[in-house]
């Protein structure tokens, strides 16, 4: 899976980059163009990294050690605060459900066939617009001049 989200940095080319993975995984391959923060991810971490600001972050590997609460804490506060768009490895047998990410506003990119998937979140597109929320519903234009409010 790790081809797809390498494909997926290198059309959307990033400056700073932060990977984070549960264990001392092998360091991916990013552009050249790319500075990257390859990190373990701890609790600590997290509260290392303050409030710097990344162009995306990848998590590889979530929760591993943590419980599953801990981990939605530090994916919402990289979604939030670190990184403009979040990219995003379950693997399969992982506690997360397809509803908890959809919750979390991730959208499934791809999906591997030993049952890896691969999730983004984008802060420019994660929320598709409805229908109704759109200048031709807002205040009743038809009841304009017919009845007082």
Request: proline share 5%; charged share 25%; with cysteine.
């Amino acid at each position: 899976m790790r081809e797809q989200i390498t494909h997926y940095l290198n059309s959307h080319p990033f400056e700073h980059l932060l990977w984070l993975c549960d264990d001392s995984k092998n360091a991916p391959t990013v552009p050249a163009s790319t500075t990257l923060r390859w990190e373990v991810l701890t609790e600590q971490l997290i509260d290392s990294l303050g409030n710097q600001q990344f162009n995306c972050a990848v998590l590889e590997g979530l929760p591993g050690k943590l419980n599953k609460s801990d981990a939605e804490s530090i994916v919402a506060h990289l979604r939030d605060v670190l990184a403009q768009r979040l990219l995003w490895l379950v693997e399969a047998g992982s506690p997360w459900t397809r509803q908890d990410l959809l919750a979390l506003g991730f959208r499934l990119l791809d999906k591997a066939d030993n049952g890896d998937e691969l999730y983004g979140y984008d802060i420019d597109n994660y929320k598709i617009t409805p229908d109704w929320l759109n200048a031709k519903h807002w205040a009743n234009p038809e009841k304009w001049g017919k009845k007082r409010w």
